[in-house]
């Protein structure tokens, strides 16, 4: 099975560097997936890791390590628009591809 | 644009009553997923399309059930054997069959038991 924590919840001011951590357990996976969620709204995919290391697109960076069996979110350069929750995904390398998604975090950004 | 179109946005279910929640898109994705959102959880999978007249329940298919005539639609009902369907509920799609492409979801649809 799968199973992925992550914080219920992290504060940060704006401006500022926050890390959102995800630990996962699982027999196997494709990639880390993330998506950010605003209140009400739908999930929307921010980023993807298919190897171990970092990837970096605008903002937001995300992490992986396959040997800790873990990864992360970097948003840099907080604005009040960050304050969302945001999803770590793995999809199991078996069966038919399907997102198997963590606890989620929320994010709040104060001025 | 191309999107996903969930309808109704919210649905107020009595006791004992199936209602049907409408998911299309017009992305020509093949794949297509329902999923159940708890308050202050994550996304759990009911079923999932990979091709038409095809589906494979997730892990929370009881009392729920689906159809896919069609690829642009994947419609999912919540039957009265569901004892706690009150929910936000999404759909999404993704448009290749590796991994690496992102879903596409709908804006959702809160359904609360009156």
């Known amino acids: 099975g799968q199973s992925l924590e992550q914080p219920s919840e992290v504060t940060a001011v704006e401006g500022a560097i926050v890390q959102i951590n995800c630990t996962y357990q699982t027999s196997g996976f494709y990639g880390l997936s993330w998506y950010q969620q605003h209140d009400g709204g739908a999930p929307t995919f921010l980023s993807y890791?298919?190897?171990?290391g970092l990837e970096e697109t605008g903002r937001f960076s995300s992490f992986l390590s396959r040997s800790d069996s873990y990864g992360y979110l970097l948003l840099q350069e907080l604005q009040m628009k960050d304050s969302a929750s945001y999803f770590c995904?793995?999809?199991?390398?078996?069966?038919?591809?399907?997102?198997?998604f963590g606890t989620g975090t929320r994010l709040l950004v104060s001025p | 644009d191309g999107g996903i179109t969930q309808s109704p946005k919210y649905l107020f279910r009595k006791e004992g009553q199936n209602v049907t929640l409408s998911c299309e898109q017009n992305?020509?994705?093949?794949?297509m997923y329902w999923y159940r959102q708890d308050p202050g959880q994550g996304l759990r999978l009911i079923y999932y399309s990979q091709i038409v007249n095809d589906f494979q329940k997730g892990d929370i298919a009881e009392g729920y059930s689906v159809s896919r005539e069609k690829k642009e639609s994947f419609p999912l009902t919540v039957t009265s054997a569901q004892k706690n369907p009150t929910a936000f509920y999404l759909c999404?799609?993704?448009?290749?069959?590796?991994?690496?492409?992102?879903?596409?979801f709908g804006s959702g649809t809160r359904l609360t038991v009156v």
């Open positions: 995904a793995v999809t199991p390398n078996t069966g038919f591809q399907k997102l198997v």
């Open positions: 992305l020509n994705h093949d794949a």
């Open positions: 890791n298919a190897l171990d």
């Open positions: 999404a799609s993704r448009a290749g069959a590796q991994d690496g492409y992102g879903y596409t």
